[in-house]
């Protein structure tokens, strides 16, 4: 049997946020005037924190403010290629994927990030499986819209479980209270440089902690 362990990205694997990081990094190459509506991408973000807006709200509109109504599929990758190899990794992190590959474990990304840049940070993991939320392509244009579910919380989980069928989750790795049902699929939690929230929790039902600093 197919015998896994599941990573949460941002701040598990990776030091700091990919999503905000990203969008500046497309507008940077693409269009740097776009960076004067970063104060509309936040408030967008306080009106997800007011309850007003969904997360996947959040994203498209942030998506079409920095990035624009579409983009072309050769930029987009010729920039997520870029922009991964950017991106700062935490030691701890690439060490538990050596130590899982050795004991014959297939490292797997689940991650709300948006697939079409986490495929190529994945690909310098060398990490072959990633279940994030997906994008809507016309054709090769990328649009700010999501597809299906964001891949957070409860519906992370439920994408888990269809991507991997009957494969077995031997651990799961996150720094977030939100991957609760997540953690459920897996014989093992581990809490990686947790939350407030995820340190409680892992106290109260006796998870580890590491710290991947």
Not at 32 to 53: C, D, E, F, M, S
Request: glycine fraction near 6%; hydrophobic fraction near 55%.
């Amino acid at each position: 049997m197919r015998t896994v362990t599941v990573y949460d990205l941002d701040l598990t694997i990776t030091a700091s946020p990919t999503y905000t990081h990203w969008l500046l990094f497309w507008a940077r190459r693409h269009a740097p005037w776009r960076i004067a509506l970063l104060p509309i991408v936040a408030a967008t973000g306080l009106a997800y924190g007011a309850g007003l807006v969904s997360r996947a709200r959040v994203k498209a509109t942030a998506q079409r403010l920095l990035m624009g109504p579409a983009a072309g599929r050769r930029a987009v990758e010729s920039a997520a290629a870029a922009f991964a190899a950017t991106v700062k990794l935490r030691p701890g992190a690439l060490a538990q994927l050596a130590a899982d590959r050795a004991a014959g474990l297939e490292p797997v990304i689940a991650t709300a990030s948006l697939a079409f840049y986490v495929a190529a940070i994945a690909a310098r993991l060398g990490v072959a499986t990633v279940v994030a939320t997906e994008s809507v392509w016309e054709g090769d244009q990328l649009r700010p819209r999501i597809a299906g579910a964001n891949c957070y919380g409860a519906d992370k989980a439920r994408m888990v479980a269809a991507a991997l069928g009957d494969a077995a989750i031997a651990r799961a790795y996150s720094d977030h209270a939100s991957d609760a049902a997540l953690f459920a699929l897996a014989g093992e939690a581990v809490a990686v440089n947790p939350s407030r929230a995820l340190r409680r929790m892992a106290r109260a039902r006796k998870w580890q902690v590491v710290d991947w600093r």
